[in-house]
Structures are given as structure tokens and as C-alpha cells.
């Protein structure tokens, strides 16, 4: 017996603290099942948006309230789709209309992609002719030095005089242990710090 296709939907929202009152009664007289999510939508790991995406299969349709719900950004919400698409999986977001199984849906899909692909392309560029501007104004491209040569000095000398342990140092200056010992080694410094004799002797 031929399997039926499902409508599963994706709930997000930030915090525990943050109701999903809205999104749940949009989606439940729409969908035959609702999986929800407490993330912010910067993360990097969403398990149940994963788990969703590998619960879907062909002929089924993957259904949203609003894009900012389940995508980071338009970009993400696209490639998404795509991959979506070439798994035979309809795509909808409720607040947009959109519908990949209809011939509207699909064409608002392609504008939407359009749209994306340049978003993205604008954004590299502007990227590029800020860095080359950059570079004109004698800027220094690439990460930024968490110390200065003479607070690695300092802390060096801290930690041979008082015997403080690194980390405690490391702390004390606003850096990791591992960032401290980074910066030691790269310098040239004998590590572990050797501690300093204390005081003269006498004859």
C-alpha cells in the first residue's frame, strides 16, 4: 500500500520564555505534524530542524510560518529549497503564500531565489571593495593581536617571579592559558616559565 505524504512543520522560537501560540495555530490545521524548536535563529546547530529535514521524504511537503522561523537568512531559506526540490519535496511558507506545488508558488520561488543569488552576490562584493579600501589605508588584514609584545613580557615575568600558574596569569591579562602559551612560544620564551632564584647569596 502506497505510503501517504505528509505535511511536516517547523516551529522556532528563541527561548523556553518566547510562546509559540502563533506559529502553532497557523500550522496545525495545516500540517500532520509539528516539530518545535528553542534556538536563536544564529546558531549553528539546530538537531530538530535537522531531524526534520531527514524525517522528509518524496512527495511530502515542508511547511514554515514565516522564512525568519526556520532560515537564518533569504540565501538559506533558498538553498534549502533547492535541496528540497530535488528530493521531490514541496516547500510552503504559510505567510507568503508560497507553494512550489502550484504554478505561483513556484514562480514566487524562482523570484525569491533570484533575489538571493543577488543579495549574495552584492554583499561579496561590497565585501571585497571594503577590504581592498582597506588596504589602501595601510590596514593590516586578518585577525588582531590579543596582546602587545610588552603585556607578554609582563605576564612572562609574573609568572617567573610569583609562581602563579598561567592560567591565573592568563586570566589576570584577559586572554586564555592557551592563548598565552601560544604567544610565549611563538616568542621565543622558555616554557614552562623557569622560576626566578630568590635573591643573592652570601659569601
Do not use: W
Not at 69 to 74: L, N
Not at 158 to 186: D, Y
Request: proline letters at 5%; charged letters at 25%.
Amino acid at each position: 500500500m502506497p505510503r501517504s505524504p505528509r505535511r511536516l512543520a517547523y516551529i522556532r522560537v528563541s527561548t523556553r520564555a518566547q510562546t509559540t501560540d502563533r506559529q502553532t495555530l497557523a500550522l496545525r490545521a495545516e500540517c500532520d505534524k509539528l516539530y518545535v524548536e528553542y534556538v536563536s535563529a544564529v546558531a549553528d546547530a539546530r538537531p530538530v530542524f535537522e531531524k526534520v529535514m531527514r524525517c522528509l521524504q518524496p512527495g511530502d511537503t515542508f511547511v514554515v510560518l514565516d522564512l525568519d522561523r526556520a532560515f537564518r537568512s533569504s540565501v538559506d531559506a533558498m538553498l534549502t529549497a533547492a535541496d528540497l526540490r530535488t528530493r521531490n519535496i514541496a516547500f510552503r511558507i504559510l505567510s507568503l503564500q508560497v507553494d512550489t506545488t502550484t504554478p505561483e508558488g513556484e514562480l514566487c520561488y524562482t523570484l525569491l531565489a533570484a533575489f538571493a543569488q543577488f543579495e549574495r552576490r552584492i554583499i561579496s562584493r561590497r565585501t571585497k571593495e571594503g577590504l581592498a579600501a582597506a588596504v589602501k589605508r595601510g590596514a593590516k588584514l586578518g585577525r588582531p593581536l590579543v596582546l602587545t609584545d610588552a603585556q607578554i613580557a609582563a605576564a612572562y615575568d609574573v609568572i617567573a617571579k610569583t609562581g602563579k600558574s598561567t592560567c591565573t596569569v592568563a586570566s589576570e591579562f584577559g586572554v586564555a592559558r592557551t592563548t598565552l602559551e601560544r604567544a610565549f612560544h611563538q616568542r621565543g620564551y622558555v616554557y614552562p616559565v623557569p622560576p626566578k632564584p630568590k635573591g643573592g647569596t652570601h659569601a
